[in-house]
């Protein structure tokens, strides 16, 4: 898919982005991933990630930050200032926080931060969610094979982000994968992510014209979507996070049409 | 510059479902075609204007003596020397960046050289009437789907084929697995080999056959006709060099005829104003 509603300047920023983030991965010592596959806990819907220790070495820490300031700056040599403010404000307290607020998605904490040292707002989450990502998906390498199901509502099994994208692969089975930390798994293609509803009279699916690959499962129960791509049409197979930014528009479209990232879970 | 791809076909593999004529047909919004009945299960006896690809059935003795039913999806071959490409006089056919052949229709008048000079027999001319009735036609052929490589889709027939029989990539990796698949069952099937003929300039879609060309139909050495090279290479440059010698005549007669006849009036002024003052 070479058209998209994103810009090719932001395309390859994020392409950018995931080649550092991949080298980074990379240079990771596995041990720094201290996990505990607790099978009924994960059966309950908690991530692998509350199961997981990571060990965040500071100098690491420096160094990625201060490479992504390059990349950043090489785009806009305006946030020079700020990214420098961030540097300076970092200690090996504050790394640590910022691993566990970004696990957590507490934007308040990271809201907070970015006020106290007049930070635009966007920053400390970007930063600290980049920085994130090569531990949470070298922990999804690492027990991918273990990953069969997932709970429906409780997003990835691996980091929790809430379920957004699938592929058709195969003979056109369901495969979803997180965009966050690269974890897939099979569901059933009748059946909503979000709040485990089979009924099919209450689940739709909405295609775009002229979009042979794009559909989007709807689910009037939940009122919850995801975005399912058909990628065995494709001649080169994107990466999940390049494949969810590239549908933006899908999202817009499910949303326009009072449909939900995470569906409301009926209790 | 895009990447140049190859429809790399493996008719060992083919179970002759036709699902790959269904799905050119809806993806390029072709009319059906009723056809009389063939023979065989090969519904159309070869590709038409409206029918861009034919899975070929072919009836065969092997050396053993067994029959043999073979399959073959037959469309466009889109050689890198492409002697439609070469015999438009309308440049209506081009190249493009992947690899494939297109008919600009357009530029086409439905001359129908590209139909006569064509090797492999894969382009055809559709009749169409205009809002007054009268009738034009334009050459149509597989596209390669494209448009559909433009989004960076494979092709509509490479998508729906069911046993892999069909596959789409880089140049490159789809010759190596031609090589790969070719060893593999040049055991089985002794007179094995792959189709990508030198004479055409090899081609962007390239089979792997169980047994010679000719058993499918297909020339065993094809090549652009001569009469293609003559006209596009050696005619057409010529024809270009003499139209531009002709230019240069007449543009030079004019100037030195206004250089040299410095009264600003020619002879025909000079013999009409002699009449009249007589």
Known sequence: ???????????????????????????????????????????????????????????????????????????????????????????????????????????????????????????????????????LQLLSEKTQSKISQAVAGCGCPVCG??????????????????????????????????????????????????????????????????????????ITKPSPEMLDLKTIHLDYIAQENGYMVMGEIKK | MAKEYIKYVDVTKCDGCRACMVACKNWNDLPAEPEEFQGSLQSHAKVTANTWNVLNFIEHENSKGDLEYLFRHSSCFHCTDAACEKVCPEDAISYTDFGSVVINNDKCVGCGYCVQNCPFDVISLATYKDKNGKEYRKAQKCTMCTDRLEEGMQPACVVTCHPGAMQFGNKEDMLT??????????????????????????????????????????????????????????????????????????????????????????HGQDEEGGDSDE
């Open chain 1, 1 to 135: 898919m070479k058209t998209s509603v994103v810009s090719n300047e932001y395309q390859k920023l994020q392409e950018e982005i995931m080649k550092l983030q991949e080298q980074w991965k990379q240079n990771l010592n596995p041990d720094s991933i201290d996990f505990r596959l607790d099978s009924e806990a994960m059966k309950t819907g908690v991530p692998l990630v509350a199961l997981t220790n990571f060990d965040v070495k500071f100098p690491l820490f420096v160094q990625w930050v201060d490479e992504l300031k390059q990349l950043l700056m090489s785009q806009n040599a305006d946030l020079e200032s700020q990214l420098n403010r961030v540097i300076e404000l970092i200690d090996e307290e504050t790394a640590k926080v910022w691993m566990e607020e970004a696990f957590s998605f507490n934007h308040l904490y990271f809201k907070k931060f970015a006020e106290e040292n007049v930070l635009d707002e966007w920053i400390p989450p970007f930063l600290a969610e980049t920085l994130f990502r090569p531990y």
């Open chain 1, 161 to 234: 982000e809430p379920v957004r994208l699938g592929q058709l692969e195969g003979k056109g089975q369901k495969i979803l994968y997180c965009p966050r930390c690269h974890a897939n798994w099979p569901e059933k293609k009748l059946s909503c992510s979000h709040c485990g509803n089979e009924d099919y009279e209450k689940m739709k699916y909405l295609t775009v014209e002229g979009k042979p690959t794009e559909q989007i499962h709807v689910c009037d129960e939940c009122k919850g979507y995801t975005k399912i791509i058909d990628t065995r049409q494709f």
């Open chain 2, 177 to 266: 697995l031609a090589e790969k698949r070719l060893s593999e069952i040049k055991e089985k099937f002794p007179n094995a080999n792959i189709y990508n003929p030198a004479g055409v300039g090899g081609t962007h879609t390239i089979y792997v056959l169980a047994e010679k060309p000719s058993v499918y139909g297909l020339p065993e050495k094809p090549k652009v006709p001569t009469s293609a090279v003559i006209w596009k290479d050696y005619a057409q440059p010529i024809g270009k060099l003499m139209l531009g010698a002709t230019t240069m005549a007449v543009m030079a007669g004019f100037v030195s005829n206004k250089l040299f006849n410095k009264g600003g009036h020619d």
